[in-house]
């Protein structure tokens, strides 16, 4: 929760992004100035690196060097407002995996809180029925969940419950079943919650068990 006193005092500054040329963003690198009071009430991480003795204490300046500045600028926008908005220029399917993103970015960041608001977002939108369906999810999809997150994660076990609990639908689950198991082949966790969802079927859980405790 944004105080007077999360304002007040020094800030420090923190670089996002790498300065590697890349033909698919225009923005490599971005810059914020942050109050170390604000970043260390919500990132354990982020508080660890303004207060204990380490190099980025000593130079004040963190460096986040394999994050994206676009997903970290809502992260930003989150601790001032305690919401972010997710520009138009990301078309209308893909905003739910920016959530995703932002959760891993959030996890990294040991940023409890905005892990579970981005939960929040992403639950809001798998869950919403447009009068037809439920919303489709991609083998790009979760592949990025799996390859991003723990065996214990929230976001990890949301989405494989919503494949699991959707998978003959495909219109939800889209993509063969050859192609699925691919992707399956290389998170064994996830494949055996699949094959047992066969003999159990899985449904979803409340947003709050997905959610990082206290």
């Known amino acids: 929760m944004l105080t007077s006193i999360s304002l007040k005092g020094p800030a420090i500054e923190i670089i996002v992004g790498s300065e590697i040329p890349s033909s698919e963003k225009t923005d490599q690198r971005e810059t914020w100035w942050l109050p170390k009071n604000l970043v260390s009430a919500c990132s354990e991480t982020l508080n660890a690196a303004c207060n204990r003795d380490f190099k980025e204490k000593e130079e004040n300046c963190i460096l986040l060097v394999e994050d994206d500045p676009e997903i970290f600028s809502l992260y930003v926008e989150w601790l001032y407002y305690d919401t972010y908005t997710i520009p138009s220029k990301y078309p209308q399917g893909t905003r739910s995996m920016t959530d995703a993103e932002a959760w891993v970015l959030g996890d990294k960041l040991l940023s409890k809180d905005f892990k579970n608001y981005a939960m929040s977002r992403i639950y809001q939108h798998y869950l919403r029925f447009d009068g037809f369906s439920m919303k489709p999810v991609l083998l790009d999809d979760i592949s990025y969940v799996l390859e991003n997150t723990s065996e214990n994660s929230?976001?990890?076990?949301?989405?494989?419950?919503?494949?699991?609990?959707?998978?003959?639908?495909?219109?939800?689950?889209?993509?063969?079943?050859?192609?699925?198991?691919?992707?399956?082949?290389?998170?064994?966790?996830?494949?055996?919650?699949?094959?047992?969802?066969?003999?159990?079927?899985?449904?979803?859980?409340?947003?709050?068990?997905?959610?990082?405790?206290?």
């Open 154 to 214: 929230g976001l990890r076990e949301f989405f494989i419950d919503y494949v699991c609990a959707n998978f003959s639908k495909t219109t939800v689950v889209i993509g063969s079943t050859s192609d699925w198991d691919d992707v399956l082949l290389a998170h064994d966790d996830a494949r055996k919650r699949m094959f047992d969802s066969i003999r159990n079927p899985v449904s979803i859980k409340p947003l709050d068990q997905y959610n990082e405790k206290p």
